[in-house]
């Protein structure tokens, strides 16, 4: 692919190969939903013991990889969102993504907390306040629900892909951009800068760079710096992750544990190369959208539905029964918030943030008459 490298202007029209919208990136990002949900489902403490599901839980123990999933489908996702738009007109469209479902989880699982059906922790009115901001990472509050961690992580991308899309996204801005990135993500590691490390996203930064390199691929071809980005980002993931606690290691031993990790992430950037040259245009079936719709609301509610629907029919259905009712249930909450909440909110929200930002427009000021302007603005007589 290196070898086959093209030559492209900074300002290339795009050259997207098979179908306009990648509904294969909706299955992906089910089935890293779905490894979570799974990961969390096996591992939860409701079932009364830490060995549940012995055989099952060793390979969902590598579900929680799903999040790093997650990244990098959004680099590759979010710079296609954000190319050829204007700032306001992207960050209305990520508010109108985001925020109603997330509402809409803060509330009902709020709710739920505050009549003691809750986790591990009863929040405080502050903390649920914060919460319903998406802020309260930077706030130093405490998430209400687990999974809320990555939120920030997505948000701090956001705004760095709105201040590019302020300046103006084009290809040889992309590739100076990743280059920076990559840059002062290492300085900043190596000078231990917390403003730096809190801009730059050190966990999640690998992922949003090769994602976005693996766009321009998508859209321009394979070239040399592009790949390099993603050959960057793959070995800045797996230094990483091997510089973690890694259940793995204590299940399977210091090598076969370290080596199914790294494959594990390997596995999870072959994949989305794939989808980036168009290896997986075939996957192409409709209702791959409808899928990848549930995604973030079942991201959102699994793990506090799941924790109380467990606890509550492990003893009477029996561990093997209560792990698939629970997982139905969870979609059955996913299915319900796209529908109730989703599909009804996100359109209405995103047009009132489009007319906020021409308010200025269509709202011209009816010119003041002479006598009733102030003092200051009358001229002066001789």
């Known amino acids: 692919m290196l070898a086959a490298a093209s030559r492209v202007a900074p300002d290339a029209p795009a050259i997207l190969r098979g179908p306009s919208r990648l509904r294969v990136l909706d299955l992906l990002r089910f089935c890293a939903a779905l490894g979570v949900v799974l990961f969390h489902f096996g591992e939860t403490r409701a079932w009364g013991t830490p060995n549940a599901f012995p055989a099952l839980s060793a390979v969902t123990m590598f ?10 489908i959004s680099g590759f996702v979010i710079l296609m969102s954000a190319w ?15 925020y109603p479902a997330y509402w809409a ?6 709710a739920l907390a ?7 922790h009863r929040p405080t009115f502050a903390e649920l306040l914060a919460n319903m901001t998406m802020l309260q990472h930077g706030l130093r509050v ?17 705004v760095l892909i709105a201040c590019f899309a302020a300046i103006g996204i084009t290809y040889r801005r992309c590739l100076a951009f990743l280059g920076g990135w990559v840059f002062l993500l290492v300085v900043a590691e190596r000078v231990d800068a917390d403003l730096l490390q809190a801009v730059l996203l050190p966990f999640s930064a690998p992922y949003f760079i090769a994602g976005m390199a693996l766009f321009l691929i998508h859209r321009f071809g394979g070239s040399m710096f592009p790949w390099l980005f993603v050959g960057a980002g793959w070995a800045l993931a797996i230094v990483s992750v091997l510089g973690e606690k890694l259940p793995a290691v ?9 080596a199914l990790v790294v494959g594990v992430i390997s596995l999870i950037f072959l994949v989305m190369v794939a989808v980036a040259v168009g290896a997986l245009d075939r996957l192409d079936w409709r209702w791959l959208t409808a899928l990848g719709a549930l995604t973030y609301p079942l991201y959102l509610f699994h793990h506090h539905v799941g924790f109380l629907l467990i606890q509550a029919l492990h003893e009477p259905l029996g561990n093997r029964l209560a792990l698939p009712v629970a997982t139905a249930a969870a979609l059955g909450v996913a299915y319900a918030v796209h529908r109730l ?6 359109p209405r929200l995103r047009a009132a943030l489009e007319r906020s930002l021409t308010a200025d427009v269509t709202q011209t000021p009816a010119p003041v008459p002479l006598a009733e302007a102030p003092a200051a603005y009358l001229p002066r007589g001789g």
């Open 341 to 346: 909440v989703e599909r009804p909110l996100q």
């Open 63 to 72: 579900g929680v990889y799903g999040v790093r999933l997650f990244f990098l």
């Open 114 to 120: 505050v009549g003691g059906l809750i986790t591990d």
């Open 105 to 110: 989880s803060v509330l009902v699982l709020g």
């Open 250 to 258: 204590d299940r399977f031993g210091p090598a076969l544990g370290s």
């Open 84 to 98: 050829g738009r204007t700032a306001g007109h992207f960050a209305a469209s990520r508010i109108a993504r985001l």
């Open 142 to 158: 405490r998430d209400l629900e687990i999974v809320y961690w990555t939120l920030w992580q997505e948000l701090v991308f956001y």
